[in-house]
Nanobody, 122 residues
Framework: VHVVESGGGLVQAGGSLRLSCAASGFTSDSYAIGWFRQAPGKEREGVSSISNINGNTYYANSVSGRFAIVRDNAKNTVYLQMNSLKPEDTAVYYC????????????????WGQGTQVTVSS
């Protein structure tokens, strides 16, 4: 079971990026998928997650209304669409998979990607 993130980069404040989480070794709709981020000097925090049962989505307050998590079962990929980016969104973003129907805490995820850097300039 592996997940690989891609799509990070440098963007100006107010811009958009779409991160991808490609799953291998399992079908992405059989696992809950979550996105986390870790800014320099800060602890890793949950950003968004999507259930594998009903497709329900969840967001941290700091990104609600700006980010959207979307599952594409045909491509076995989960996306994080990030709009209206702010400098405080700068972080390494991680994708994770959980065998639970839904997960939020880091400890509930078994499989992690290596991360992708997102930098938002002011």
């Amino acid at each position: 079971v592996h997940v690989v993130e891609s799509g990070g980069g440098l963007v100006q404040a107010g811009g958009s990026l779409r991160l991808s989480c490609a799953a291998s070794g399992f079908t992405s709709d059989s696992y809950a998928i979550g996105w986390f981020r870790q800014a320099p000097g800060k602890e890793r925090e949950g950003v968004s997650s999507i259930s594998n049962i009903n497709g329900n989505t969840y967001y941290a307050n700091s990104v609600s209304g700006r980010f959207a998590i979307v599952r594409d079962n045909a491509k076995n990929t989960v996306y994080l669409q990030m709009n209206s980016l702010k400098p405080e969104d700068t972080a390494v973003y991680y994708c994770a998979a959980s065998r639970r129907n839904w997960a939020w805490r880091e400890s509930e995820y078994e499989y992690w990607g290596q991360g992708t850097q997102v930098t938002v300039s002011s």
